[in-house]
């Protein structure tokens, strides 16, 4: 019988305990592995998703809708904004303008916040007639997400945006509205924004 035997074998009994928490620890830097590469893998779809549903992947649309082959006729433009009694003196720093279809437009909403208080507010647009929303292809908004006035701030916000050139013959003005809300603070899932004027 080995006289060392019980030496050895009481060290190799102590170092059973710390292999078994390094496998936990490498099996846990696979899963973070293989959750980042899947992650990653599906980032393009989510945000492809995300660019859609706030308008901001018709940024990549703008040149092949200025690029169709249907003819460009010109559109009278009309701009609108509302306030829902929530304190911000809100209008287009332009009523009405003539532009072409396939056309990038540039316009600005000035919003003043009337109140001694932060109003945050959320914007919501709507189209006359209802069914050439579907050909304003937007590129840049305020209506995008939740905006923060400080108290008493002033500031101007864009609007750009691209008439589809398939917008019906028997469409020849469109009016873009919008209606602010004021969003209870309560219910804000991001921080505020800073304050100060956006261009």
Known sequence: MNPDFGQNGAGIAGSLPSVSGNRRIVAGLLTVIVGSLLFVSAQPRLYKAFCEWTGLYDIDRAEKLAESSVPVRPVTLQFDANSHDNGLRFRPEAVSLVANTG???????????????????????????Q??????????????????????????????FVLDRRLPDDVTTVTLSYTFFEVPAGSVTSPATAAGSRT
């Open 131 to 160: 069914h050439a929303g579907g050909y304003v292809k937007k590129l840049d908004c305020f209506c995008f997400k939740q905006q923060t006035f400080a108290p008493r701030e002033v500031r101007e916000m864009p609007v750009v």
């Open 103 to 129: 056309e990038i437009v540039h316009v600005t909403y000035r919003v003043e916040n009337t109140r001694d208080r932060v109003v945050i507010g959320q914007a919501v647009p709507s189209y006359g007639p």
